[in-house]
């Protein structure tokens, strides 16, 4: 597929309670900066059903 690059962007991140409104800034500004990118498809965001239980690894 020469000259139909897609981008792929994951990335884990485990923000402590004070941090996850900067880490969701962060992910909104990047989103706005792939999005006009050639080759970009999308960003999700996916949480751990661990982590919304509360239950440890």
């Known amino acids: 597929m020469k000259g139909r690059d897609m981008i792929c962007v994951i ?3 485990w923000p402590k309670k004070d941090g996850k409104a ?3 800034a962060i992910a909104a500004r990047l989103r706005e900066f ?3 990118r ?3 498809i999308s960003i999700e965001r996916f949480q751990s ?3 919304i239980w509360g239950h440890n690894a």
Do not use: A, Q, T
């Open 11 to 13: 990335f884990e991140v």
């Open 22 to 24: 900067e880490y969701l």
């Open 34 to 36: 792939l999005s006009n």
């Open 38 to 40: 050639p080759g970009f």
């Open 49 to 51: 059903l661990r982590e």
